[in-house]
């Protein structure tokens, strides 16, 4: 039988994450909330989302703590039915996390419009304010090219504005400026390249591609040879959300460079594809399990909008290919 092969791969990558930080496994329930929860109408009875990820070992404290937090950051907001409370997204939270969906989901990378955006610091800020600008900027992809200026090929600068407002450095916004800088040229200027080696550490993020690679290769591969589809669904559920956050945690500093300023060779294509099959393959078993356990304060049980479709291109039936 090939079952077994599945689930040893899926228990071996289950195994692996019950020995992380809390910060980790924290992070992992803002995951839970943009993969299964948004596409569900983004509300969710808090009891339904302990029970959901008790088999991952994180503890109902946590999971509370968290989603409080959440709260207070005004990703999300509360509303009672009778003893229970649901937790949904606020719209500033839903569109946040809608944002983050394009860039997570996207069946390939975008192209380049050849124009860099530019946020230029023009005022004076202390060590401690630039360092917070510096790591705000940097989860948003932006590189910094230790001169004032940060840059990225593609981000939307009002998004961007918005999110240090979110992240509450509205006090920063006065000194700094937005910018368009337009390449004329077909091809990349001669200071592209040196730039973009200036402003990341392209070295670190092809190995964080490559360890994604080598810690999913063998989902994959194992699924590949599980010709029956007869997956274990709860085991489909925490596989799928462990790919995601773990590919969310690296497409979060990925500015997203265009192919042409890339080595060759460049890991975080294969890790996209790696994910995007794995995803197909584990959406509907595990989509199976949500149906069963995802539910709200009234009792009412969640059912998926057709959000799930726009995924990596996933067609409506959700079928998984062989």
């Known amino acids: 039988m090939n079952e077994p092969i ?15 930080s809390r910060v980790q ?14 596409p569900r109408g983004g509300r969710v009875w808090l009891g339904s989302l302990i029970k959901l990820l008790q088999p991952l070992e994180i503890n109902e404290r946590l999971i509370r703590t968290t989603v409080f937090r959440l709260v207070k950051d005004e990703w999300l907001e509360t509303e009672a039915a009778g003893r229970r409370t ?10 946040r996390f809608e944002d983050a969906s394009r860039q997570i989901y996207a069946a390939e990378a975008p192209l380049w419009d050849r124009r860099w955006r530019l946020i230029m ?5 202390d060590v401690r304010q630039r360092e917070r600008l510096r790591r705000a900027l940097y989860w948003q992809g932006f590189g910094d090219t230790g001169t004032g200026c940060f840059i990225h090929p593609s981000a939307d600068l009002d998004v961007a ?4 407002i979110t992240d509450g450095m509205a006090d920063l916004v006065p000194y700094l400026m937005p910018l368009v800088a337009i390449n004329p040229k077909l091809n990349q200027t001669a200071n592209d390249p040196h730039m973009v080696q200036r402003a990341w550490n ?7 591609y490559s360890t994604f690679v080598v810690r999913y290769q063998p989902i994959l591969d194992a699924l590949r040879h599980d010709k029956s589809c007869n997956i274990d669904e709860e085991g489909a559920f925490l596989a799928r959300i462990l790919l995601i956050h773990d590919f969310r945690r690296l497409l979060l500093p990925d500015p997203g460079l265009p192919e042409v300023l890339l080595p060759r060779g460049w890991p975080g294509n294969h890790a996209r594809l790696l994910c995007k099959e794995i995803y197909r393959r584990l959406l509907t078993p595990s989509e199976r399990h949500l149906d069963q356990c995802l539910q709200l304060a009234n009792g009412d049980m969640l059912r998926p909008s057709n959000l799930l ?14």
Not at 8 to 20: C, D, P, S, V, Y
Request: proline letters at 3%.
């Open 6 to 20: 599945v689930s040893q791969a899926i228990e071996a990558l289950l195994g692996n994450f019950r020995q992380k």
């Open 25 to 38: 496994a924290s992070s992992l329930i803002t995951s839970v909330f943009g993969d299964a929860i948004l």
């Open 86 to 95: 649901d937790y949904m997204l606020t719209p500033s939270g839903r569109r």
């Open 121 to 125: 610091v023009v005022g004076d800020l």
């Open 161 to 164: 504005f918005d999110s240090l």
């Open 202 to 208: 392209l070295e670190a993020l092809a190995d964080a």
């Open 309 to 322: 479709a726009n995924r990596f291109q996933i067609d409506h039936s959700f079928a998984m290919p062989d």
